[in-house]
């Protein structure tokens, strides 16, 4: 779908934003009625908070612009896969449509490790998944490919600091 796109091309923008920060770059924002009302980015590390995820910061901040908790309205759109608790908030907040880019395999809880939508709870929302799947997957290879390239290089110095703090004694 084209709306789907252009939706999730906002979402990457905040998962470039979070990227900068050196946050893991997963993004997301709701919408209602073809209104961006809530954007969020993984500031997980800038936080020092585990509740700083994506989606919970553009549920929270949609529930801000919007004067209430129901976002029975709305769709979420997030470049990877919502997480146990991230799930469990989608839920909570009643959002009707959920996109999301990329799967993930280690936390994902709509379909990679468990289905939560699946389950008998009070509300069940809609899930497409796939959308800019390539885009939303780069940009997290991109990340830990980057960071796993610093703490070599990190690694490098300290053995050479230690080498030449040796070679001194």
């Keep these: 779908m084209e709306q789907d796109e252009k939706y ?3 979402a990457i923008g905040q998962a470039e934003l979070a990227f900068l920060e050196d946050e893991v770059p997963i993004g997301a924002v709701v919408v209602r009625n073809g209104e ?6 993984n500031r997980r590390e800038t936080g020092k908070n585990a509740l700083c995820h994506a ?4 549920i929270s901040d949609a529930c801000k612009r919007l004067g209430g908790w129901r ?5 979420l759109y997030v470049t ?3 997480c146990p608790m991230c799930a ?3 839920i909570n907040s009643r959002i009707k449509r959920v996109v999301y880019g990329c799967d993930d395999p280690k936390a994902g809880s709509v379909r990679s490790v468990v289905e939560l939508f699946e389950l008998p709870f009070n509300h ?11 885009e939303c997957s780069a940009i997290l290879s991109d990340f830990f490919r980057k960071l796993r390239e610093r703490k070599n290089r990190e690694k490098t110095l300290k053995k050479t600091a230690e080498v030449l703090s040796d070679n001194e004694l």
Excluded at 124 to 134: F, M, W
């Design 8 to 10: 999730m091309r906002l």
């Design 36 to 41: 961006v009302v809530g954007t969020g980015r």
């Design 55 to 58: 989606e919970l910061e553009a």
């Design 71 to 75: 976002l029975w309205e709305c769709e």
């Design 80 to 82: 990877l896969e919502p």
């Design 88 to 90: 469990g908030a989608i």
């Design 124 to 134: 069940k929302p809609e899930t497409v998944s796939g959308v800019l799947a390539d």
